[in-house]
């Protein structure tokens, strides 16, 4: 079927053979589950294709293929193959993407694991100390050379390379950096902020971790540049002033005159003046 052609013009014999095709297919598919011959096409000299209808309901849109073929000079046609292609409204499966591809943020649940390219662009070898004979790896005072690798973040078989540091700083930043809508109307910057967690290591001079159990970054790294409305500084309230002692007066008395209401049982009683302190 991938010989150059050379003629658009059908072989005669090869375009008649269509019992022998139908029949090529039957054999393949089964009798009743090969429907009508649909087209046929030229594929080279004295080579034709043979389509018909797929009756399989799991196949909409399929056509069986049947391609014969004849020798020169020859007046024998033979089978050359008998596939089922998609036609042109067939129902395909989506292109395969591999799964690194397609793995998302967030897709990593308990129990995964995630495998690591050897030559992962976003790694660099580090220092492990496995080539270090035991010796210079003692440290029984904790200030020797593993102290100081943990120290630097070190002690790994792998560390962040270069384009590993960018691409964490891009997405820290796209997330929590200075250009976001809630930074931009922030009174004040997270560098500013009581809230804000130093980190080390390369990019400790341009992101922290929020520690506002009531900010929108909180457990998030996020750009000294970036703010919102949980700034520790942005609306400190005062303090509310304690309540002052009621004060009562029991040195003056005032007379009351009480009047009983018409018709109450009181009212046959005198009227009594009372003092009210």
Same mark, same amino acid.
């Not at 079927?1 to 019992?19: G, K, N, Y």
């Not at 056509?63 to 014969?68: L, Y």
């Not at 002692?245 to 007379?255: C, F, G, K, L």
């Given at each position: 079927?991938?010989?150059?052609?050379?003629?658009?013009?059908?072989?005669?014999?090869?375009?008649?053979?269509?019992?022998l095709?139908? $029949?090529?297919?039957?054999e393949?598919?089964?009798?009743?589950?090969? !429907? @009508?011959h649909?087209?046929?096409?030229v594929? *080279?000299?004295?080579? +034709?294709?043979? &389509? &018909?209808?797929?009756?399989? @309901?799991?196949?909409?849109?399929?056509?069986?293929? +049947?391609?014969?073929a004849?020798?020169?000079?020859?007046?024998?046609?033979?089978?050359?193959?008998t596939?089922?292609?998609?036609?042109?409204?067939?129902?395909? $499966?989506?292109?395969?993407?591999?799964?690194?591809?397609?793995?998302?943020?967030?897709?990593?649940?308990?129990?995964?694991?995630?495998? #690591?390219?050897?030559?992962?662009?976003?790694?660099?070898?580090?220092f492990?100390?496995? =080539?270090?004979?035991? @010796?210079?790896?003692?440290?029984?005072?904790? /200030?020797?050379?593993?102290s100081?690798?943990?120290?630097? *973040?070190?002690?790994?078989?792998?560390v962040?390379?270069?384009?590993?540091?960018?691409?964490?700083?891009?997405?820290?930043e796209?997330? /929590?950096?200075?250009?976001?809508?809630?930074?931009?109307?922030?009174?004040?910057?997270?560098? #500013?902020?009581? /809230?804000?967690?130093?980190?080390?290591?390369?990019? %400790?001079?341009? &992101?922290?971790?929020c520690?506002?159990?009531?900010?929108?970054? =909180? *457990?998030?790294? +996020?750009?000294?540049? &970036?703010?919102? !409305? %949980?700034?520790?500084?942005?609306?400190?309230?005062?303090?509310?002033?304690?309540?002052?002692?009621?004060?009562?007066?029991?040195?003056?008395?005032?007379?009351?005159?009480?009047?009983?209401?018409?018709?109450?049982?009181?009212?046959?009683?005198? $009227?009594?003046?009372? %003092?009210?302190?």
């Open positions: 079927m991938s010989a150059p052609i050379r003629s658009r013009i059908p072989d005669r014999l090869c375009a008649e053979a269509v019992e095709a139908l $029949a090529a297919v039957e393949v598919a089964g009798r009743g589950r090969v !429907g @009508e649909l087209s046929l096409q594929d *080279g000299d004295r080579v +034709v294709t043979h &389509f &018909f209808a797929c009756r399989e @309901e799991a196949y909409h849109g399929w056509r069986w293929a +049947v391609t014969v004849r020798a020169p000079r020859a007046k024998l046609v033979t089978v050359d193959e596939v089922l292609v998609p036609g042109p409204d067939a129902l395909l $499966a989506p292109e395969w993407v591999p799964w690194s591809d397609r793995l998302r943020p967030g897709d990593l649940g308990v129990g995964d694991l995630l495998p #690591t390219k050897e030559d992962d662009d976003r790694l660099e070898p580090g492990s100390g496995a =080539d270090e004979p035991p @010796e210079k790896l003692a440290d029984p005072v904790g /200030f020797g050379p593993a100081l690798a943990n120290e630097l *973040g070190l002690g790994r078989q792998r962040l390379s270069p384009l590993g540091l960018d691409l964490a700083a891009d997405r820290w796209e997330h /929590f950096g200075v250009r976001t809508p809630m930074a931009q109307a922030a009174p004040a910057q997270c560098v #500013t902020c009581g /809230f804000l967690i130093r980190i080390g290591g390369p990019l %400790g001079q341009a &992101f922290g971790v520690a506002n159990e009531y900010a929108p970054a =909180d *457990g998030h790294m +996020v750009s000294l540049g &970036f703010g919102c !409305g %949980g700034h520790s500084e942005a609306a400190v309230m005062p303090a509310v002033p304690p309540a002052a002692e009621p004060v009562v007066d029991d040195y003056e008395i005032e007379p009351v005159r009480v009047h009983h209401e018409a018709g109450s049982v009181d009212a046959a009683e005198p $009227a009594e003046e009372l %003092g009210h302190s």
